[in-house]
């Protein structure tokens, strides 16, 4: 049976009688409940302070303990988001300058099917692309940019089309080119082997998606894994069988391939900001230890040696 509506104040009431939950103040939760949603503030930050078998909220749990934690999450997306923003923003640039430097500046090239790798397992995939990349050049009229390069020039580079595609669309394009091309781009990023960038971009794809939908970070999980890195074992992160337990597919996944990706000034500034806000939590919450806070995200506890260690 779906769920009946009901209002803020009774929200409140069976969150209180029903749950368990302390409620102390009735007013800051009724605020609360309308400037988030009960979903996605109960429904997603809960789970940390239930018991899973009664359902009911333990060790005395109170709605600022789920507040904090939500304003944690939305934290962490930020710092997140931006840096992946970085990855993404190098992607665009180095793609289109390898492109380019091989082919040029016309449309023509990048909507030539012959200029991919094209093996079999990827001839749908580049059609789609090309598709995509002919509607850009052809025909939309949303972005100002594209109208005026068609109008003036009736040619739009390489370089003015990455910036309308979403990370998604940039890691396919990076996974069809071909492979002396993917090794120049990889080459801009270190000593990345192609087959490891295109994991990388999968699994940083995914993730970019939670934070630009504002949903839950710190426990998500991918459905792919990144591969296994000298990090892991420089870590000494345990296994479970042949897998590493940690930073496979959870969020210090992201962290181990920022740790490749992106630069190292860029990443000691990540680094540093992400432990302001670990320590910020820590201090001014008691119910939900940083520690139990890691196990969600697959931090081990010396995630910070992450930069004692060479990559490669």
Request: proline share 3%.
């Amino acid at each position: 049976m779906s769920k009946p509506f009901i209002t803020y104040t009774a929200q409140v009431e069976k969150l209180k009688n029903e749950k368990d939950l302390v409620i102390t103040d009735d007013d800051f939760a009724v605020e609360s409940l309308q400037n988030i949603s009960y979903y996605a503030l109960i429904g997603g930050y809960k789970h940390p302070f239930i018991d899973i078998h009664t359902r009911k909220y333990i060790n005395e749990a109170c709605f600022e303990d789920i507040v904090a934690l939500y304003e944690f999450d939305e934290e962490l997306r930020g710092i997140f988001f931006k840096y992946l923003c970085r990855v993404e923003r190098k992607m665009r640039s180095s793609i289109s300058y390898h492109f380019c430097k091989k082919h040029g500046e016309r449309q023509e090239e990048y909507l030539n099917s012959n200029n991919y790798g094209n093996i079999p397992k990827n001839k749908n995939g580049i059609t789609k692309l090309i598709k995509m990349l002919d509607m850009m050049a052809n025909k939309n009229k949303d972005h100002e940019y594209l109208v005026y390069q068609r109008n003036k020039y009736h040619n739009i580079p390489l370089w003015v089309i990455m910036n309308t595609l979403t990370f998604g669309q940039i890691s396919k394009m990076f996974e069809f080119l071909p492979q002396n091309m993917q090794g120049a781009i990889c080459q801009d990023f270190g000593n990345i082997k192609k087959n490891e960038m295109i994991k990388y971009l999968k699994v940083l794809t995914l993730y970019r998606n939670v934070c630009a939908h504002n949903e839950r970070l710190f426990s998500y999980h991918t459905y792919i894994d990144i591969p296994d890195t000298l990090l892991h074992k420089k870590l000494g992160i345990s296994k479970n069988g042949s897998k590493y337990i940690y930073g496979k597919n959870d969020l210090f996944s992201v962290v181990i391939t920022f740790r490749y990706l992106l630069p190292k000034t860029d990443f000691l500034l990540f680094k540093k900001q992400l432990w302001h806000i670990f320590d910020r939590y820590q201090k001014q919450n008691l119910n939900l230890k940083l520690n139990d806070l890691f196990e969600y995200m697959g931090f081990p506890c010396n995630w910070k040696e992450i930069t004692k260690f060479r990559k490669i």
